[in-house]
């Protein structure tokens, strides 16, 4: 079973013999209208506003395709675009639809502009990368997938797992959520929002959980290049680094003022022995905004970064809690 939501609806697709249905009702699951899709391996559905229509995947067999419903008598449209994958879980962005698929280990999204939805035709956004140790071979397995606030929300679809994971509009991981009234070995069935809250479905009991989001800042950076140069004088060779880390505030809430820290590491990983370089106070970050930070670092004489690595720890004294604070340490190198 899979749900989603257009905010006002609830559509359900339903697995059944000898073909799938879709059923959509009112928010307190009253009953509206239901139809059969055209076959049975019915996957992930969405719902376009602009076009009052619900899109879903896999019309036959593990096909892939995606068909469009008129909600309103059931009509069929379709195959209208073939995604190339065999169990494509979908999401609509207010411009796009999204599948998200999962192949030798690797979970990616696929967009689909609405406004190329009546061709057959496809681009790709990228692949998500998470790093999951259960074991399991997840090829081929489609991940069930929210879109919300600029954010793409995706569980995998594998029973094992109990965890949304969060990504920024350039897929960056930016948090996690723990699914904890859903046990291991029960996994999620579906991911919807309605409003501001998520609502996530028990795939083992039907039960359906709702998770209102709360507002929470999200600090991340990268390096925009750093580099180091080097110049022989008469009392040695004198080095310097020089580069500008952009700092990104992905969340839903302003960032508080907060320090970065820039430390010279022997190792791409942060630990003790690092030496720090520069502490630089960021001053608050409004959500959705970034700053760029300049570091500019003279070492001594005879002394370089060559071989090593730039580690750099965001918000060093957790002024801002987000979601992921495991995505607070950029690691830049080995140096040249």
Same mark, same amino acid.
């Given at each position: 079973?899979?749900?989603?939501?257009?905010?006002?609806?609830?559509?359900?697709?339903?697995?059944?013999?000898?073909?799938?249905?879709?059923?959509?009702?009112?928010?307190?699951?009253?009953?509206?209208?239901?139809?059969?899709?055209?076959?049975?391996?019915?996957?992930?559905?969405?719902?376009?506003?602009?076009?009052?229509?619900?899109?879903?995947?896999?019309?036959?067999?593990?096909?892939?395709?995606?068909?469009?419903?008129?909600?309103?008598?059931?009509?069929?449209?379709?195959?209208?675009?073939?995604?190339?994958?065999?169990?494509?879980?979908?999401?609509?962005?207010?411009?796009?639809?999204?599948?998200?698929?999962?192949?030798?280990?690797?979970?990616?999204?696929?967009?689909?502009?609405?406004?190329?939805?009546?061709?057959?035709?496809?681009?790709?956004?990228?692949?998500?990368?998470?790093?999951?140790?259960?074991?399991?071979?997840?090829?081929?397995?489609?991940?069930?997938?929210?879109?919300?606030?600029?954010?793409?929300?995706?569980?995998?679809?594998?029973? #094992?797992?109990?965890?949304?994971?969060?990504?920024?509009?350039?897929?960056?991981?930016?948090?996690?959520?723990?699914?904890?009234?859903?046990?291991?070995?029960?996994?999620?069935?579906?991911?919807?929002?309605?409003?501001?809250?998520?609502?996530?479905?028990?795939?083992?009991?039907? #039960?359906?959980?709702?998770?209102?989001?709360?507002?929470?800042?999200?600090?991340?950076? #990268?390096?925009?290049?750093?580099?180091?140069?080097?110049?022989?004088?008469?009392?040695?060779?004198?080095?310097?680094?020089?580069?500008?880390?952009?700092?990104?505030?992905?969340?839903?809430?302003?960032?508080?003022?907060?320090?970065?820290?820039?430390?010279?590491?022997?190792?791409?990983?942060?630990?003790?022995?690092?030496?720090?370089?520069?502490?630089?106070?960021?001053?608050?970050?409004?959500?959705?905004?970034?700053?760029?930070?300049?570091?500019?670092?003279?070492?001594?004489?005879?002394?370089?970064?060559?071989?090593?690595?730039?580690?750099?720890?965001?918000?060093?004294?957790?002024?801002?809690?987000?979601?992921?604070?495991?995505?607070?340490?950029?690691?830049?190198?080995?140096?040249?």
């Amino acid at each position: 079973m899979h749900v989603t939501s257009d905010g006002s609806h609830l559509i359900t697709l339903c697995n059944a013999w000898p073909k799938d249905k879709i059923i959509i009702s009112d928010l307190s699951g009253n009953l509206i209208s239901s139809f059969d899709t055209p076959g049975a391996f019915t996957f992930g559905a969405t719902y376009n506003g602009s076009r009052n229509r619900i899109i879903f995947s896999g019309g036959q067999e593990y096909d892939g395709n995606l068909y469009e419903m008129n909600p309103l008598d059931g009509s069929l449209s379709g195959p209208l675009v073939q995604t190339g994958f065999t169990q494509p879980f979908l999401a609509y962005d207010g411009t796009n639809i999204l599948a998200s698929f999962s192949a030798s280990g690797t979970h990616g999204v696929l967009t689909i502009p609405i406004s190329k939805f009546d061709a057959n035709t496809y681009d790709y956004l990228g692949t998500i990368s998470v790093t999951v140790n259960t074991g399991t071979d997840v090829n081929g397995t489609g991940s069930m997938i929210a879109a919300h606030g600029g954010n793409l929300y995706i569980a995998l679809g594998i029973p #094992e797992f109990n965890i949304v994971y969060q990504f920024d509009s350039g897929l960056n991981l930016a948090g996690e959520i723990i699914i904890a009234q859903i046990n291991p070995g029960q996994g999620i069935g579906a991911l919807t929002f309605i409003k501001d809250d998520l609502f996530v479905l028990n795939v083992s009991t039907d #039960e359906l959980y709702r998770y209102t989001l709360l507002p929470t800042p999200e600090l991340i950076g #990268e390096w925009m290049p750093l580099s180091q140069t080097c110049k022989n004088t008469k009392s040695g060779t004198k080095c310097k680094i020089k580069g500008n880390f952009k700092m990104q505030n992905i969340g839903n809430l302003g960032a508080k003022a907060s320090h970065v820290h820039f430390y010279l590491s022997r190792t791409n990983y942060y630990e003790a022995e690092n030496i720090l370089l520069k502490s630089v106070s960021t001053g608050g970050i409004k959500a959705g905004k970034g700053k760029r930070i300049g570091l500019n670092y003279n070492f001594p004489t005879g002394v370089n970064a060559t071989g090593k690595y730039i580690t750099t720890v965001i918000d060093i004294y957790n002024s801002s809690t987000g979601r992921n604070e495991t995505n607070n340490i950029v690691v830049f190198g080995p140096i040249e």
